[in-house]
């Protein structure tokens, strides 16, 4: 069963985690997901599955890179040291990195690893900021993550939960302010990737791409 076999594993070392998880397809990934993460994890993985893939129905994407890339964003949140997983991965030359960030960065090396497809992965690298030229599924992963319905209720998610079924752009914008001021208001640093990414879709609402 995959759950003793992880929990063996991990206790050896996460890189032996790494090698094992690459023999399972994201398919085989899916059903085991709750086996492998917290339970509140899990419940949060399988909100952002259904948001995401009514999401892609919604808006025209694939829906299977959509469930993929939802039950892998936050594979690797619980593991126990996200700088050595990027030591492991050689992953440092990246420039710094925020620590709410590494498993985002982490999540998409394993998801490479796993055989997902490109899109996947880069939905899975940039769930936690965005970025400037966000592609569909980038932005579905990182709006699905913000409006679960297991999430914690924050000012305007019932007003972004609704857009993000009407206009995938205009949900964007707004997550995206959204998340900037949460970061602002707790004192914590912003994260340049989210900055260029507001920059860009204000840009693109008004017509200027
Ligand atoms: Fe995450
Ligand atoms: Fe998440």
Known sequence: MLIMEYNKRLKNSV????????????Y?????IRLIMPPRRVLHTLGVEERAVTMAHRFGSCDTEARQAALL????????????LLQ????????RLLPAVL?????????????ASDSVISAVRWHTTGRENMTKLEKIIYLADMI???????????????????????????GLTIALSHVESKGLEVDPNTV??????????????
Do not use: N
């Open 15 to 26: 890189w032996e985690y790494f090698d094992f998880l690459s023999g399972v397809d994201p």
């Open 28 to 32: 085989t990934l899916s059903r085991e």
């Open 73 to 84: 964003h936050d594979i690797t949140k619980s593991f126990p040291s996200q700088l050595k």
């Open 88 to 95: 492991m991965c050689d992953m440092l030359c990246e420039g």
């Open 103 to 115: 498993h985002a960065v982490t999540g998409a090396e394993l998801s490479k690893r796993l055989g």
């Open 148 to 174: 679960e319905p297991f999430r914690k209720e924050f000012p305007g998610k019932k007003k972004l939960g609704m857009l993000c079924l009407d206009d995938l752009d205009k949900a964007l914008h707004l």
């Open 196 to 209: 260029r990414a507001l920059s860009w879709i204000t840009g693109r609402l008004q017509g200027h791409e």
